[in-house]
Every structure is written in C-alpha cells, then in structure tokens.
C-alpha cells in the first residue's frame, strides 16, 4: 500500500475523510503527537489500528471530537466537575474519562463501561475530525513500544506502507500526549500526567487533584523492570536525576572505555560544562524538554549506542517528562 504523506489541501481532507468513512486509517496531527485515526464506530475499522501497531488487545484507544456540543452524542457528563473540566479545558490537551454510550464500539474501549474523549485544540486535527462526522479513535500514530510521533517523518518511519494517509501539519507544539483524568467521588484523579499538571488542574478547578501514578512511578524509579517500558529508542538509555554533571561525565567516560559510543541528551546550562563530547540540548525546562524529547530519541537512536539523558525538572510538566523518560529508560535511573 502507498502511504501518502501530504498537507491538508481540501482535495486531500476529501481523500481522508472518504479513508475513514470507508473503515481505513488515517494518521493526523494533534497539539500533543500525531494520532492513528479511524471510525470509533466501526469495529473492523478500529481492529486495524491494533493490528498496525501492534497494540496489547487491553489498552483502550481515546476518542477524538471536534466540539464540546458532541460529547454527549457517545459519552455521559455525569456531574459538575466534568462539565468543569469540559468547558475549561477542552478543547485541549486533556482527555477525560466519561461512561460511554453504546455507540462507541466496544474495541475502542476494550470492553470497558468508559471511554477516553478528547478535543484537539490543533486547527487541523479538528478540521480534519469535523469534515469526517464521526467520532474518531486514535492512539498516537507510532508503533507500540516506540517513541510516540511528532513529525510526520515519524509517523511514516513506522506506518510507511502500512495507512494509506498521513495529514502534514508540522512539528507539534507539546510533543508529549494529553493529560487522561477522570472524576470520582468529587475528586479529580489524573492518570497520565500530561500539560493539564496536577498543579494547573487544581487551580483551575478548585478541587482535590490526585497524581495516581507519582507513586506507581516513584516504584518504577526504585525498581527498575522491563515491565514499564514504553517509548523506548532502538538504543540503550539512563536517565540522569542526581549529580547531573559528575553523573554523566563518569557514565560518558566509561562508555567509552567500553568502546560505545554515547550521546547526552541535557539541558542548556549542563551542556556549558560538557565541553567536547557528543550531545542535544533539550532546551532550558521540562516544557522545552517535552517538545523535544521523542524527536530527538529517534534522530539519534541509530547513530549511538548509549543515551545519556537529563532529567529537566524545572516546570509544571515535569511530571509529563519524567513518566515519559523513565519509561523510554527502562526504569534506568541514576
Ligand atoms: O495526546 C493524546 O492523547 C494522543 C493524541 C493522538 O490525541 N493519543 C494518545 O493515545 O496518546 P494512546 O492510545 O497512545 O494513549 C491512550 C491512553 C492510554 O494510556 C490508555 O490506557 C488510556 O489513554 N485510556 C483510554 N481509554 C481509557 C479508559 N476508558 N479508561 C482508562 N484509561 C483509558
Ligand atoms: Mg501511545
């Protein structure tokens, strides 16, 4: 199959859209990472995006919409905290957990009573979605396991022959994926930590934010396992907390002792005391870190066999950086 890679003219927003209404994927842009869209009501349709990514039959997919009036068309706003939540945050870089309506296919959910909904606040994710009428499930358009896509680049480096469209619409502003939050017993409870932070929800909602994975992930950091892997590079990886400087100057060193070659993924300021040795700056904090991190894991992956990479704790999104990080790490932290 040939994959056509272009931006969204009309006559190609015409060919995507017959794609998906005729049970075919498309992959598209969002603000977060571009998404492997298909008709979240058509159970083939949706079966086709598991089987090109290779995606575990258990991990639900989040539907896409392109205005907040759609919502209640698949999904049930059961309290005041969601209609909160919707009117402040969507469109945007969220996705929130309602109970479906029997419309959604029960692949998209995996057979769960809930499903994920998100509105891209990305002008060409929701041109795209709204030309469609339907709702749209995507998970981010990368196969499973791999760094997620933030260029149309990376999306045809995995799905090259495999979708027939990938939509053009640049780099993405955020580059990591969207907040997933639900609300239960008055409490909001965030899932996947994404720009929405715990801090940022908490204050624009007013109520009770609970981080549910700062703890998982405090495990992961001690107990580093296989099972947390996720977004990882072709090469090894370490992610750097402490000692930042003399920590990766000794690993740098040993590498390449040991005859690998190594590469530093660091902030602006590490890098004025990592002269002469191979490195990409993130950007100065965990917001430039996020944009930057899964570009630079696959620019880099086949040309090293050991990254070296900071952690940048210096916003609200660290949270975002370090669940995505320790994940691309294996759980190797220093
Ligand atoms: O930013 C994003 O969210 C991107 C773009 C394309 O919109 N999409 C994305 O999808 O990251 P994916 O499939 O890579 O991640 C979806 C996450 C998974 O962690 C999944 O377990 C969770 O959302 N999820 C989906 N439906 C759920 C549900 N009903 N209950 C709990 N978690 C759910
Ligand atoms: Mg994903």
Redesign the pocket.
Known sequence: METKVEKLTRKFCGECVEIVRNGGLVSFP?E?????GADATNSAAVKKIFEVKG?PQD????V?LADRKQIENFAVVSNDIERIIIKKCMPG?I?L?LH?RENISDVV?CG?S???I?I?INKTARKFIRATKLPIC????NTSKRP?PTRAKDVLADMNGKIPAIIDGGSCKIGV??T?C?VENNMVYI??P?KFSAQALTKILKVPVVDKLNTAETKVAESPGTKYTHYCPKCEMILIKNDVVKNINTLYANFVSQGKKPIILCSKDTAKHLDGKDKVILGKTSEDACKNIFKTLRNVENDYDIILAEFIAKDDMQDALFNRMIKSASGRLV
């Open positions: 969002t977060t990472v571009y998404g492997l995606r991990n639900p997919l989040i896409h870089p996705s957990i479906k959910t769960l809930t499903v994920a998100r891209p995507a998970p981010s358009a997620s994926e969207s997933v639900k899932l996947r994404g």
